[in-house]
């Protein structure tokens, strides 16, 4: 039997690379003759890991993490019709069967049957399905046909291959929040958090035709990873507030639409920075985004955090004010992107040189053994987008 190794959550603040095991067409009794084996090419670090791995989710220790995964197909089910081994291919991170009411209807955020806790699943995340995580050698991925996105061409998607490997996850979510708050040609638009979905998020309002892009964080050097693409940006840790500096910046504090890239680890802002408020960012873009404006939601919320501030947090209970969003007649979009709603024109637009997602998120490739010190940079902060190369194909 092949070996495999991958990066297992242990505790909070720690990951380790262990021996696992070689993946089957299966998982525990369910026979996937639908799926393929990957040998992984690229596999990312998400900021929905380092929730994971700071303890702020009911994942369990052992689990493999790793939701974002490009790889070459090594093996095919007898079931699978039109992917074959060889084709380099993107995942998404969503699992989904094809087959049901969600999937038909392109949510395959919300598949229904490949989960028995709730509708939707992913790789090697808390209560979402089971499926092992793909920030290792190889993994499983279920129902090839459907889901697996074939790169035309070998090797002109390795020459692009730090671009493409952000079509399973970041790429499409950045984008799909800003879809859903309605950015358009000639929008001004605000994107609240600077990590990679923030900075993917800002891309895609550029890609989207916006006139303005504005991205808020406390945190300096993502902040200037911002501006290095033509962003305006805010300071949340300043006194004053952000309908202040939006308005300082556009001449009235408000946008035409908002993105929330930070979700449920929220911190305040100005004197309150250091404090988490995890309905800050809710609250916040309701303020600034103009009446009958859009607010896309990407960001993370959950509803089991053992690391709350509060007993009503700890179930996803936030402190939201609903009545002002109300008012303003604004929509909301919430919950997971469907990827395969997005990735195939996104795609196109890499190949095509319409945008250069990896430098805008400044993605940085590392091997999987220096992915535990990945996490520990990635905590603090670091503004980079953690690319992990298991068989040294990047590099090579």
């Given at each position: 039997?092949?070996?495999?190794?991958?990066?297992?959550?242990?505790?909070?603040?720690?990951?380790?690379?262990?021996?696992?095991?070689?993946?089957?067409?299966?998982?525990?009794?369910?026979?996937?003759?639908?799926g393929v084996i990957l040998k992984i090419v690229s596999t990312n670090i998400c900021g929905s890991d380092q929730h994971m791995v700071r303890g702020r989710t009911t994942a369990p220790a052992?689990?493999?993490?790793?939701?974002?995964?490009?790889?070459?197909?090594?093996?095919?089910?007898?079931?699978?019709?039109?992917?074959?081994e060889g084709d380099l291919v993107s995942i998404p991170f969503n699992i989904a069967c094809g087959r049901c009411r969600s999937c038909k209807e392109r949510k395959t955020g919300i598949c229904l049957n490949v989960n028995p806790a709730r509708p939707g699943a992913a790789y090697g995340y808390v209560d979402m399905g089971g499926w092992i995580g793909g920030q290792a050698e190889y993994v499983m991925a279920p129902y090839a046909d459907f889901n697996l996105l074939k790169f035309p061409?070998?090797?002109?998607?390795?020459?692009?291959?730090?671009?493409?490997?952000?079509?399973?996850?970041?790429f499409p979510t950045g984008y799909h929040g800003a879809v859903s708050a309605g950015v358009g040609p000639g929008t001004i638009v605000y994107i609240a958090?600077?990590?990679?979905?923030?900075?993917?998020?800002?891309?895609s309002c550029h890609l989207l035709g916006a006139a303005c892009v504005i991205v808020g964080d406390m945190i300096p050097e993502r902040l200037a990873q911002a501006r290095s693409f033509g962003c305006e940006t805010v300071d949340l840790r300043k006194d004053a507030t952000l309908a202040e500096q939006i308005?300082?910046?556009?001449?009235?504090?408000?946008?035409?639409?908002?993105?929330?890239?930070?979700?449920?680890?929220?911190r305040g802002h100005g004197a309150d920075a250091d404090t988490e408020k995890p309905a800050t960012v809710l609250n916040a873009v309701m303020e600034v985004t103009r009446a009958g404006g859009g607010i896309g939601i990407p960001g993370l919320y959950v509803t089991g955090d053992p690391g709350a501030i509060d007993e009503n947090a700890k179930i996803g209970m936030l402190g939201i004010r609903i009545g002002l969003g109300w008012a303003k007649s604004h929509q909301f979009t919430t919950g997971q992107c469907p990827v395969m709603k997005y990735n195939r024109?996104?795609?196109n637009c890499i190949l095509y040189d319409k945008i250069q997602i990896a430098k805008?998120?400044?993605?940085?490739?590392?091997?999987?053994?220096?992915?535990?010190?990945?996490?520990?940079?990635?905590?603090?902060?670091?503004?980079?987008?953690?690319?992990?190369?298991?068989?040294?194909?990047?590099?090579?």
């Open positions: 039997m092949a070996s495999n190794r991958g990066l297992a959550y242990i505790k909070p603040g720690v990951v380790e690379v262990q021996s696992i095991d070689y993946p089957k067409l299966e998982l525990g009794n369910r026979k996937c003759d639908h052992g689990i493999i993490l790793g939701h974002e995964i490009t790889g070459e197909v090594i093996e095919a089910g007898r079931d699978v019709e039109f992917i074959k061409d070998k090797d002109q998607a390795m020459a692009k291959i730090t671009d493409l490997t952000l079509l399973s996850d970041i958090g600077a990590g990679p979905v923030g900075l993917a998020s800002a891309a308005e300082q910046i556009v001449g009235e504090p408000e946008v035409d639409a908002c993105v929330d890239c930070v979700g449920f680890e929220a024109a996104l795609m805008a998120v400044n993605a940085t490739v590392i091997t999987l053994d220096e992915a535990p010190q990945g996490y520990i940079d990635f905590d603090k902060g670091a503004a980079k987008k953690f690319v992990i190369d298991p068989h040294g194909l990047i590099a090579a």
